[in-house]
T-cell receptor
Framework: KAGVTQTPRYLIKTRGQQVTLSCSPI?????VSWYQQTPGQGLQFLFE???????NKGNFPGRFSGRQFSNSRSEMNVSTLELGDSALYLC???????????FGDGTRLSIL | KQEVTQIPAALSVPEGENLVLNCSFT??????LQWFRQDPGKGLTSLLL?????REQTSGRLNASLDKSSGRSTLYIAASQPGDSATYLC???????????FGSGTRLSIRP
C-alpha cells in the first residue's frame, strides 16, 4: 500500500508570490491534515479536511487555505508569501478516528 | 484547554540502556494517543496507537502505556541503539472529529 505522497519535495519562492502544495493520502483515507513545522514553533496544525469539508482549523491567517477533492487528494495554498512562511509543510492522513495517522515526507518551502 | 506536554525536551543516554519517554495530557477524556518518531528533515513515523480502552501497546522493543486517570502516557524503549536517535512526539485525540493535539517532542540521542 502506498504511503502519503507530497509534492513537490522542495520549493523556493520569493516574497509576495503564492504557492500550492499537493498531498495524496493513503488509499481509502478520507481525513487529510496539514501541519507547518519550524525550528522555533515546532509542529503547528493548519487544518483538516474530511470528505471534501474542512473539519478543523488552526490559528493561521487567511493567506493559508486548502481544499480536498472527491478522491481525497488535498491541496494547500499560501498566498502573499512572507519570509516567516519558510518551513517544512507536512500532510497526514488517517482512515478513521481509531486508526493511526500517517505522514508524508513533507514539502520544504524556502522563501527568499 | 487541552494540552499535551513532553518533558524533557532532550535526553541523552548510552547505548544499551532501557529508557522511558513521558507524555502528559490535561484532559482525561482522551479518545486515543499516538506515539511518533521523526528523523531530521523527515516526516513523522507512526510507532504505536493506544485506544482509550487500552492500557498498553507493544511493538518490538517499544512499549507504550496509557493512564487516563493520571493524564500520562509513557514510551518505553528497551535496549536502546544509536538508530533510535530521533525526536519522539506524542499526540492526543479527544473525539472522533477533533483535531489531533501534539506535544513538542523529546529529542533522544543514544551515545555509542
Amino acid at each position: 500500500k502506498a504511503g502519503v505522497t507530497q509534492t513537490p519535495r522542495y520549493l523556493i519562492k520569493t516574497r509576495g508570490q503564492q504557492v500550492t502544495l499537493s498531498c495524496s493520502p493513503i488509499s481509502g483515507h478520507r481525513s487529510v491534515s496539514w501541519y507547518q513545522q519550524t525550528p522555533g514553533q515546532g509542529l503547528q496544525f493548519l487544518f483538516e479536511y474530511f470528505s471534501e469539508t474542512q473539519r478543523n482549523k488552526g490559528n493561521f491567517p487567511g493567506r493559508f487555505s486548502g481544499r480536498q477533492f472527491s478522491n481525497s487528494r488535498s491541496e494547500m495554498n499560501v498566498s502573499t508569501l512572507e519570509l516567516g512562511d519558510s518551513a517544512l509543510y507536512l500532510c497526514a492522513s488517517r482512515g478513521g478516528a481509531n486508526q493511526p495517522q500517517h505522514f508524508g515526507d513533507g514539502t520544504r518551502l524556502s522563501i527568499l | 484547554k487541552q494540552e499535551v506536554t513532553q518533558i524533557p525536551a532532550a535526553l541523552s543516554v548510552p547505548e544499551g540502556e532501557n529508557l522511558v519517554l513521558n507524555c502528559s495530557f490535561t484532559d482525561s477524556a482522551i479518545y486515543n494517543l499516538q506515539w511518533f518518531r521523526q528523523d531530521p528533515g523527515k516526516g513523522l513515523t507512526s510507532l504505536l496507537l493506544i485506544q482509550s480502552s487500552q492500557r498498553e501497546q507493544t511493538s518490538g522493543r517499544l512499549n507504550a502505556s496509557l493512564d487516563k486517570s493520571s493524564g500520562r502516557s509513557t514510551l518505553y524503549i528497551a535496549a536502546s541503539q544509536p538508530g533510535d536517535s530521533a525526536t519522539y512526539l506524542c499526540a492526543a485525540l479527544y473525539s472522533s472529529a477533533s483535531k489531533i493535539i501534539f506535544g513538542s517532542g523529546t529529542r533522544l540521542s543514544i551515545r555509542p
